[in-house]
């Protein structure tokens, strides 16, 4: 029965595997072809056409675009994770008055869809001087976000107390105490919480379509919007460029996956058991 069981198990992780893989697959396959073959739905790239990625970094200003993602990404999931930790470091481990309260708060604007601050937000950013460049894209993160705040909240809930309070009585400060033990120790966390942000930065087209104007600021979403009005639309639609432009842009996040692969599975592992 066990065996049985690992078999069935087995089957499912390679149905799901196939499920999950074989749309990027096909997106790979697809970009090699030339334009009558595109969708003709086979796996394997003939007429093989590999032109059609030099043609893309011809047409349009790739590298900038990447630089852009990388930068605003980056900068995204620094202020995200850092700012979240601060919050639930101070929710996980001090005691006051109304905490029960102000993290219920904390919590409930998850509810709000980002469709209802999207306005007042711009208008803000306006009011600064700041719409029309890059640092509305990262910057509200340094105000935390709520889901992060939560999870970080666990981990920290999850460290033996006893070690804090060794700390302190060594001498040690919260702000000591909190770089040189707290954020260490929830580390795991810490990246889950970095890989996130970078892949919810790095994929998102909303921001970058309100904020940006300029070609020269666009992110790599901004800048697949520009190629697939560029070269998707009418009669001689160039659909190789567009996917060839498309696994440009999806091959960084996977590898990003794959490096930081051993953190992300201990983080979310980590994250299970305490709960």
């Given at each position: 029965?066990?065996?049985?069981?690992?078999?069935?198990?087995?089957?499912?992780?390679?149905?799901?595997?196939?499920?999950?893989?074989?749309?990027?697959?096909?997106?790979?396959?697809?970009?090699?072809?030339?334009?009558?073959?595109?969708?003709?739905?086979?796996?394997?790239?003939?007429?093989?056409?590999?032109?059609?990625?030099?043609?893309?970094?011809?047409?349009?200003?790739?590298?900038?675009?990447?630089?852009?993602?990388?930068?605003?990404?980056?900068?995204?999931?620094?202020?995200?994770t850092l700012s979240s930790a601060v919050v639930a470091y101070g929710?996980?481990?001090?005691?006051?008055?109304?905490?029960?309260?102000?993290?219920?708060?904390?919590?409930?604007?998850?509810?709000?869809?980002?469709?209802?601050?999207?306005?007042?937000?711009?208008?803000?950013?306006?009011?600064?001087g700041l719409a029309t460049t890059q640092v509305p894209l990262w910057?509200?993160?340094?105000?935390?976000?709520?889901?992060?705040?939560?999870?970080?909240?666990?981990?920290?809930l999850g460290l033996p107390s006893e070690v804090f309070d060794a700390?302190?009585?060594?001498?040690?400060?919260?702000?000591?105490?909190?770089?040189?033990?707290?954020?260490?120790?929830?580390?795991?966390?810490?990246?889950?919480?970095?890989?996130?942000?970078?892949?919810?930065?790095?994929?998102?087209?909303?921001?970058?379509?309100?904020?940006?104007?300029?070609?020269?600021?666009?992110?790599?979403?901004?800048?697949?919007?520009?190629?697939?009005?560029?070269?998707?639309?009418?009669?001689?639609?160039?659909?190789?460029?567009?996917?060839?432009?498309?696994?440009?842009?999806?091959?960084?996040?996977?590898?990003?996956?794959?490096?930081?692969?051993?953190?992300?599975?201990?983080?979310?592992?980590?994250?299970?058991?305490?709960?």
């Amino acid at each position: 029965m066990r065996t049985r069981g690992r078999g069935v198990a087995l089957a499912g992780l390679v149905v799901a595997a196939v499920a999950f893989g074989y749309p990027f697959a096909w997106l790979v396959s697809a970009s090699l072809k030339d334009r009558a073959h595109v969708f003709d739905n086979a796996l394997l790239p003939v007429p093989f056409a590999p032109q059609n990625f030099v043609e893309v970094w011809r047409a349009v200003p790739l590298l900038t675009w990447i630089g852009n993602s990388v930068a605003v990404g980056v900068a995204a999931a620094v202020a995200a994770t850092l700012s979240s930790a601060v919050v639930a470091y101070g929710f996980a481990r001090y005691r006051f008055r109304g905490r029960g309260l102000l993290f219920g708060l904390v919590l409930a604007t998850m509810m709000l869809p980002g469709a209802v601050t999207m306005v007042p937000v711009y208008l803000e950013w306006h009011a600064v001087g700041l719409a029309t460049t890059q640092v509305p894209l990262w910057a509200q993160n340094l105000f935390g976000s709520a889901f992060y705040i939560f999870l970080l909240r666990q981990f920290f809930l999850g460290l033996p107390s006893e070690v804090f309070d060794a700390a302190r009585v060594d001498g040690a400060g919260p702000l000591r105490t909190f770089t040189s033990i707290a954020l260490p120790l929830a580390r795991p966390g810490m990246v889950v919480v970095f890989v996130f942000e970078l892949r919810s930065a790095w994929t998102d087209l909303i921001k970058p379509l309100i904020y940006l104007r300029e070609p020269q600021f666009y992110t790599l979403p901004r800048g697949l919007k520009t190629v697939l009005d560029r070269f998707g639309q009418g009669g001689e639609s160039q659909w190789e460029i567009v996917l060839a432009a498309s696994v440009v842009a999806t091959v960084p996040m996977i590898v990003l996956f794959l490096c930081a692969q051993r953190y992300f599975v201990r983080g979310l592992v980590t994250q299970h058991v305490e709960q």
